[in-house]
């Protein structure tokens, strides 16, 4: 789960890191209000989407008077922002976020994420902050300085102070870059984060760490343990068809093909993808409506998947926990409630195997049967032509 930049700062400010004052706003007239609630003479305007990138595409501006707050704030809501993240679409921006500005040395890089080949979480550090990390891996990785956080003693003074000193830090910066790394980490752990990070964290004129930007992604599979961050969610960042199969329990993640797929078990969705591509065409979408699906429950998939338009749709199901007549059976009956429009494939392999085809040869519909995965994938990359 993602949550916006001024909600990661409130997060983040609880635990003790220094970061700009600053208000969300939702009208041009609100924007202007709380620059004037912060005062001085400099301010920041961002937009607040679920998307790095932000600044490269213009959402975020310096202003230097309320008539440049007042015009960035009218220019930006409403407005779609395309980045690197967001895709050709874009997002559009509902809310933003008025900062007092900063007297700003040094722009840093620090992130936290766990490292799976290590099973540890890594912190990276790197002296080139405000510009994409990937970016700087790729073109300057020795830039990029590391540490792994042994998960018996936590994150440990010397490994910050490591850190503090391969950036070039020195006196106070260095003591205030401890202090606000120990604080991520404890955010890390106790928020169940997946991923912290801090692009561009910033050393002010008197050497002081301030976080200007703060990026908090969550897992999802320990949100129960925090309501408070749940409170945050925004659903109007979300597609609406994943917050509707997430409602249903469903296993769903829209992408940019036209294949739709509904298989179950993640490492077939996976597989199921990598034939598709392999054929030359494009899924649509990772649907796994797992093990204990019931009729009613595939029935909403295969609703979802007509839904995003898809220009064929291949179902690839090895029935084990799940059955394959309750595959077919819910099928047929989304089938016949939305009315078909487009080639659909079926693979059908494993428990009560001869049941489901049984109910797909007799329901009528133009149901396109696959002897193997193999099959299923090469008909589904004929129906949309590239095969």
Not at 196 to 208: A, F, M, Q, R
Request: a negative charge; proline letters at 3%.
């Amino acid at each position: 789960m993602k949550i916006h930049e001024y909600q990661a700062k409130e997060v983040l400010a609880s635990y003790g890191v220094p970061t700009p004052k600053g208000f969300p706003a939702f009208s041009a007239d609100e924007a202007v209000q709380k620059a004037q609630e912060l005062g001085g003479d400099l301010w920041v305007v961002k937009a607040q989407i679920h998307a790095g990138g932000r600044g490269k595409a213009g959402g975020v501006k310096l202003c230097r008077n309320l008539e440049d707050v007042r015009s960035v704030a009218d220019r930006l809501l409403g407005a779609k922002l395309v980045t690197h993240q967001t895709g050709p679409d874009g997002q559009e921006v509902r809310r933003l976020y008025v900062e007092s500005g900063v007297d700003i040395a040094r722009e840093l890089y620090l992130g936290l994420v766990l490292d799976r080949e290590q099973s540890r979480v890594v912190v990276m550090a790197s002296s080139e902050g405000g510009v994409d990390i990937e970016t700087v891996a790729a073109e300057t990785p020795e830039l990029i300085h590391k540490e792994w956080i042994d998960p018996r003693v936590g994150l440990q003074g010397f490994q910050s102070r490591r850190l503090a000193f391969s950036l070039g830090l020195s006196g106070k910066s260095v003591r205030s870059f401890g202090k606000v790394l120990s604080a991520l980490s404890k955010v890390y752990e106790e928020k169940d984060a997946s991923m912290v990070e801090i692009n561009p964290l910033v050393i002010t004129g008197d050497g002081s760490v301030v976080a200007l930007d703060a990026k908090l992604t969550f897992d999802g599979n320990g949100l129960f343990r925090h309501p408070d961050i749940v409170a945050y969610r925004d659903l109007d960042e979300e597609d609406p068809l994943e917050v509707r199969a997430n409602d249903l329990g469903l296993n769903y993640i829209k992408l940019d093909g036209n294949v739709g797929c509904m298989v179950n078990g993640a490492g077939l969705a996976m597989a199921t993808m990598d034939i598709l591509q392999t054929f030359g065409a494009q899924p649509a979408n990772f649907l796994d409506v797992g093990g204990g699906a019931t009729k009613e429950m595939v029935m909403e998939a295969f609703k979802i998947l007509v839904e995003d338009q898809v220009a064929a749709i291949f179902v690839n199901i090895f029935g084990g926990i799940m059955k394959c007549d309750v595959i077919a059976e819910g099928i047929v009956g989304a089938a016949a409630e939305v009315g078909l429009n487009v080639p659909l494939i079926v693979r059908l392999a494993g428990t009560n195997v001869g049941k489901g085809r049984e109910i797909l040869a007799s329901s009528g519909l133009a149901i396109t049967p696959a002897a193997s995965m193999k099959d299923g994938a090469q008909l589904a990359a004929q129906a949309v032509g590239r095969a």
